[in-house]
């Protein structure tokens, strides 16, 4: 193919030298002159292992040139790939007054082209800002397909990564894959399809993991000098889990955590650290986090303008009794306390055979639970107008015959709202 690269920083350069090993003809755009004269000398404009090797070797194929000519790059190429910075304002906020312009001068170019075109995003945007590109600028723009692909480049690694990519998505307008295959082929055969929001995101996603993974792995280093042991070996063994540390299996958005241990052991080290010192900041705001997760619920569940409401699930998790620190039951005690009307089915949950803190934990919080406690889940539907399944204890499949049309059901795994009207569909995300 015949690809415009428009950015010629890290990102745009690394793109251009490794599509050019495949056999693509790249021209370059950039308002920076000096960035333009190395690219038509088949020189990086960065410093980065085998760049310098890759684009010598495209100059010398006739497949690398470059231009400060927005409308040339558009006419010589079939794809446009936005690869222009979005550095930091001072308030933090993301300039992206360099894509604006791109986006306004490839519209141009692709209206005075008059064929059809392919534009991909690069550019490491917010979400909602593919979709705002859209329209201010190509609304009217006749044959164009717009689609968002983040890079996942690391410098020093960055055309290994481009070859063996650790991740490959594609944004498109409806989530659904692309019409055509360009950006496929361009940018990852076996890339992961989602709406320009949901490809944005996952770059924050991606970053904010591996910030918190660093700074995770700081403090528990802090924490292991404080102690006198080697954090190294701590967080090495920390890694040989791979059931749970390095696993999906805390990894998808649902309920608050709850039960008797991470609520208990993450407030006793955070405890520790304050009373020594040892300042851990990430570790002092998780319960806070956990806190606001657990409000918002509260806010989706109060913001229906129902009073009956059903609980499928009290306890922390299913396949257990065990209602210490269970959200659900900060759920219960808060409606009950606003006066709302609950019904409660949970398979697990059997009030003759809870003992010691347990026990106690629910006597002090819901003395009258056993007044609220259902035989079956269709029964608990049967008398609410909101139904909120927190645990996989029932399947919200196995509802579809008992849910009437005007209730509604909200799914806190995977934290879904689903409608009546939606039960066609795997839901709404939230």
Same mark, same amino acid.
């Given at each position: 193919m015949n690809v415009s690269i428009f950015g010629l920083g890290y990102v745009g350069a690394v793109t251009a030298g490794c599509l050019t090993e495949r056999g693509h003809r790249v021209i370059g755009a950039d308002v920076q002159q000096t %960035?333009?004269?190395a690219f038509n000398? &088949? +020189?990086? =404009?960065? +410093?980065? =292992?085998?760049?310098? /090797?890759?684009?010598?070797?495209?100059?010398? %194929?006739g497949l690398l040139s470059a231009t400060t000519d927005a409308a040339e790059a558009v006419r010589a190429s079939e794809v446009s790939i936005v690869c222009v910075g979005t550095p930091s304002l001072a308030s933090g906020r993301l300039n992206l007054d360099y894509v604006r312009k791109v986006s306004e001068q490839i519209s141009a170019a692709i209206v005075a082209k008059g064929s059809r075109h392919v534009l991909i995003f690069r550019s490491t945007m917010l979400p909602g800002s593919t979709r705002s590109m859209v329209t201010d600028f190509f609304a009217s723009t006749p044959n164009v397909s717009i689609y968002y692909c983040p890079e996942f480049l690391r410098e020093g690694t960055a055309v290994k990564d481009f070859r063996e990519p650790s991740l490959c998505v594609v944004g498109t307008n409806d989530g659904n894959a692309p019409a055509t295959n360009e950006a496929l082929e361009l940018l990852g055969e076996k890339a992961e399809v989602l709406a320009w929001e949901g490809a944005e995101l996952i770059k924050y996603s991606?970053?904010?993991?591996?910030?918190?993974? +660093?700074?995770?792995?700081? #403090?528990?280093?802090?924490?292991?000098k404080f102690v006198g042991v080697d954090g190294a070996r701590v967080m090495d063994v920390?890694?040989?889990?791979?059931?749970?540390?390095?696993?999906?299996?805390?990894?998808? =958005? &649902?309920? *608050?955590?709850?039960?008797?241990c991470l609520p208990k052991d993450v407030s006793a080290l955070s405890s520790l650290a304050r009373m020594e010192g040892v300042n851990l900041p990430l570790l002092d705001n998780v319960l806070d986090s956990n806190e606001a997760h657990l409000d918002l619920l509260i806010k989706l569940i109060t913001s229906k303008g129902v009073r009956r409401v059903g609980l499928l699930g009290l306890a922390f998790?299913?396949?257990?009794?065990?209602?210490?620190?269970? *959200?659900?039951?900060? +759920?219960? /005690?808060?409606? @009950?306390?606003? &006066?709302?009307?609950?019904?409660?089915?949970?398979?697990? @949950?059997?009030?003759?055979? @809870?003992? &010691?803190?347990?026990?106690? /934990?629910?006597?002090?919080?819901? *003395?009258?639970?056993?007044?609220?406690?259902?035989?079956?889940?269709?029964?608990?539907?049967? #008398?609410?107008?909101?139904?909120i399944a927190s645990q996989k204890c029932v399947s919200v499949d196995a509802l579809r015959s008992v849910v009437k049309a005007e209730q509604c059901v909200i799914d806190v795994n995977g934290w879904r709202e689903l409608s009546a009207l939606a039960w066609g569909y795997e839901g709404l995300c939230w």
């Amino acid at each position: 193919m015949n690809v415009s690269i428009f950015g010629l920083g890290y990102v745009g350069a690394v793109t251009a030298g490794c599509l050019t090993e495949r056999g693509h003809r790249v021209i370059g755009a950039d308002v920076q002159q000096t %960035k333009v004269d190395a690219f038509n000398a &088949g +020189v990086s =404009p960065i +410093v980065e =292992p085998e760049l310098n /090797e890759l684009l010598a070797s495209a100059k010398t %194929k006739g497949l690398l040139s470059a231009t400060t000519d927005a409308a040339e790059a558009v006419r010589a190429s079939e794809v446009s790939i936005v690869c222009v910075g979005t550095p930091s304002l001072a308030s933090g906020r993301l300039n992206l007054d360099y894509v604006r312009k791109v986006s306004e001068q490839i519209s141009a170019a692709i209206v005075a082209k008059g064929s059809r075109h392919v534009l991909i995003f690069r550019s490491t945007m917010l979400p909602g800002s593919t979709r705002s590109m859209v329209t201010d600028f190509f609304a009217s723009t006749p044959n164009v397909s717009i689609y968002y692909c983040p890079e996942f480049l690391r410098e020093g690694t960055a055309v290994k990564d481009f070859r063996e990519p650790s991740l490959c998505v594609v944004g498109t307008n409806d989530g659904n894959a692309p019409a055509t295959n360009e950006a496929l082929e361009l940018l990852g055969e076996k890339a992961e399809v989602l709406a320009w929001e949901g490809a944005e995101l996952i770059k924050y996603s991606c970053n904010y993991f591996h910030a918190l993974k +660093v700074g995770f792995a700081n #403090e528990i280093g802090r924490m292991a000098k404080f102690v006198g042991v080697d954090g190294a070996r701590v967080m090495d063994v920390v890694c040989r889990d791979e059931k749970l540390n390095i696993s999906r299996y805390y990894m998808k =958005p &649902g309920n *608050p955590f709850g039960g008797s241990c991470l609520p208990k052991d993450v407030s006793a080290l955070s405890s520790l650290a304050r009373m020594e010192g040892v300042n851990l900041p990430l570790l002092d705001n998780v319960l806070d986090s956990n806190e606001a997760h657990l409000d918002l619920l509260i806010k989706l569940i109060t913001s229906k303008g129902v009073r009956r409401v059903g609980l499928l699930g009290l306890a922390f998790k299913k396949d257990t009794d065990d209602l210490r620190g269970s *959200p659900m039951v900060a +759920v219960a /005690e808060t409606l @009950l306390g606003r &006066g709302y009307e609950l019904s409660i089915y949970d398979p697990s @949950l059997n009030l003759s055979r @809870l003992i &010691g803190r347990n026990e106690a /934990e629910i006597n002090r919080r819901m *003395p009258h639970l056993a007044s609220l406690l259902r035989d079956s889940a269709e029964e608990v539907v049967g #008398e609410s107008e909101l139904i909120i399944a927190s645990q996989k204890c029932v399947s919200v499949d196995a509802l579809r015959s008992v849910v009437k049309a005007e209730q509604c059901v909200i799914d806190v795994n995977g934290w879904r709202e689903l409608s009546a009207l939606a039960w066609g569909y795997e839901g709404l995300c939230w």
